[in-house]
């Protein structure tokens, strides 16, 4: 810009000389033909338009020509006059700072963005999660913010069905059962048991067997209660399916009323009576089962282990504010985030990820 109209300027300005070298017949000829000239164009262009170089040539020559003559320019004088005052208030207008909080440190931008890449299928709510996990409290809005502006689609919003109010009151002694199936490489179809504590969410893998039958159920139960020791004093309610295959017996009922609870089944064909446990069969199969191949029994067992470990101990959930069902001893917050570096340790070959903040 600056540049340009120098070179306007001076080329006016040698323009000016040349006609000064002339003639007063030169002259005179010259302006009645300029002045035909903008009178065609007058016709034909309703609005000239100029750029700011030329705003700029025309503003200063108005100030070198009497009011009365101002009538020569194809823009009225009110345009000139307007164009001298824009050029006046940009030659005497500072930059202010911009309104506002500050904007988000590279790094934090950086760490969410890699959590982003390295994980296709998280969203803003689990990155926000796992940041805080490894010591960066980053707001989930924040999260969203970055990977809307980097262009990455969080992931979308999905929103269980939600329970009647009494069992969100009584959450603390709620406890569900389900059944799910994994076919391995065989296809011989194998069945899952497992329990789910709806106030922490943590999960209880039960067992594993090819022929789920009445009798396999009832010693895992026994075998569950053993293992929770005084723990299982805690359980008020189970939720668990109608089962019309005789899988759920009497005999499973008995282990858990015997400790004072009561089996609440749900009606035929209600998934959503049972969602905090259908939502985990939902999560287990996209995050685990269904990314890998499992080749027989024990190799299933030894997968939900390690899953069940990460599930508990490391995975935030957005029912408990971002936070693990059993997190690990929480180290102190970083004094200085500039010296904050995140740790990957990869669970199961790689097929998850877990962040923790480096020493």
Known sequence: ???????????RVFQLLVLLGRGDR???????VLRHQVAVLRRRVNRPDLHLGGR???????????RSSWDVFFVTSATLLRWHRALVMRRWTYRSKRPGRPSTRADVREAVLRLALENPSWGYQRISGELAGAGLRIPPSTVRDILKRAGLASAPRRTGPSWSQFLKAQAKGIWACEL?????????RLYVLFVIEHATRVVHVAGVTTHP?????????????????????????????????????????????????????TPVRAPRANAIAERWVGTVRRECTDRLLVYGEGHLRRVLQTYERHYSRYRPHRSRDRRPPQPPRASAPPSDLDQVRLQRRQVLDGLINQYRRAA
């Open 180 to 188: 799910f199936h994994v076919d391995p490489i065989f296809l011989k």
């Open 26 to 32: 030169a002259k005179a000829a010259e302006i009645v």
């Open 213 to 265: 039958t009445g009798t396999w159920a009832a010693q895992q139960a026994r075998n569950l209660v053993v293992n929770l020791g005084e723990r299982a004093e805690g359980i008020t309610f189970l939720i668990r399916d109608r089962d019309r295959d005789a899988k759920f017996t009497a005999v499973f009922d008995e282990v858990f009323t015997s400790l004072g609870a009561r089996i609440i089944m």
């Open 56 to 66: 700029v040539g025309l503003a200063a020559l108005s100030r070198l020509l009497p």
């Open 1 to 11: 810009m600056l540049w340009s109209s120098l070179y306007l300027i001076l080329g």
